[in-house]
Nanobody, 121 residues
Framework: QRQLVESGGGLVQPGGSLRLSCAASGFTFNNYAMSWVRQAPGKGLEWLSGINSGGSSTSYADSVKGRFTISRDNAKNTLYLQMNSLKPEDSAVYYC??????????????WGKGTLVTVSS
């Protein structure tokens, strides 16, 4: 049974940092591209970043480029999102998602349950 379990969310002050993790199981993690997506209260889903199966290629939304870094450890079946210079508008539920292929140009077919990030003083 495949699972994606996010962790690392919490309350942080503006300008602070957080590192999110997503532990994957039940599928061959290193065969698939992965992504981070968020949903702020009352808003739609926002794609943030994607990484290919091997970790050699990444892409970012303009809203987080230069502040967030996606990475993966295929030996640990874990996806990460390092978030720096956080702003109140970054407050959201953050989800990791699996693509159905090895590159992030394809469809996402499985999602975790999310972890809440709140940026506030």
């Amino acid at each position: 049974q495949r699972q994606l379990v996010e962790s690392g969310g919490g309350l942080v002050q503006p300008g602070g940092s957080l590192r999110l993790s997503c532990a994957a199981s039940g599928f061959t993690f290193n065969n698939y591209a992965m992504s981070w997506v968020r949903q702020a209260p009352g808003k739609g889903l926002e794609w943030l970043s994607g990484i290919n199966s091997g970790g050699s290629s990444t892409s970012y939304a303009d809203s987080v480029k230069g502040r967030f870094t996606i990475s993966r450890d295929n030996a640990k079946n874990t996806l990460y999102l390092q978030m720096n210079s956080l702003k109140p508008e970054d407050s959201a539920v953050y989800y990791c998602a699996k693509y159905n292929r090895d590159y992030y140009a394809y469809a996402m077919d499985y999602w975790g349950k999310g972890t809440l990030v709140t940026v506030s003083s």
